[in-house]
């Protein structure tokens, strides 16, 4: 450590000041928002953005009635399946819409949970529901 020693007290140097300054400079710089709520980012950045969400909730959009279909019987009925699938789709638009014109007004995705999902296959899977051989 360099110190400069006047009347044997130790006094840092001004180099190590300075250091010490230009760490506060950079976590001040780490907290601070990159946009705040009435922000627009810019057009390109919301193409990627809205893309990369759309992407991140189909998945969990189309696993629901793929996961339900098997216990309601429809794993070879791909018709069916299609219905369940649209219609899931079809009500998570309808429900986004709701919600960003008369909820929050958030671009928020209204989807399905996975919540309801093992209550219903455990009750489906009770031997009066059991799939026909």
């Known amino acids: 450590m360099d110190t ?7 006094k840092p140097s001004a180099s190590l ?4 300054n230009g760490l506060s400079s950079t976590k001040k710089n780490i907290n601070k928002m990159t946009y ?7 057009w390109y950045l919301c193409i990627l953005l809205g893309t990369q ?4 909730a189909l998945g969990g959009t189309v696993a629901i009635p793929l996961l339900l279909s098997r216990a309601l ?12 699938i649209s219609t899931i789709f079809f009500v ?9 014109f008369f909820g929050v007004r958030l671009p928020i995705l209204q989807g399905g949970t996975f919540t309801f999902l093992t209550p219903t296959v455990a009750m489906l ?9």
């Open 4 to 10: 400069n020693e006047v009347g044997g007290a130790h």
């Open 17 to 20: 000041n300075m250091e010490d």
């Open 36 to 42: 705040y709520v009435t922000d627009v980012p810019p």
């Open 53 to 56: 969400h759309y992407l991140t």
């Open 73 to 84: 019987c429809l794993q070879h009925d791909h018709i069916t399946q299609s219905y369940l």
């Open 92 to 100: 998570s638009g309808i429900c986004t819409l709701l919600q960003v």
């Open 125 to 133: 899977s009770l031997p009066q529901y059991k799939c026909p051989e």
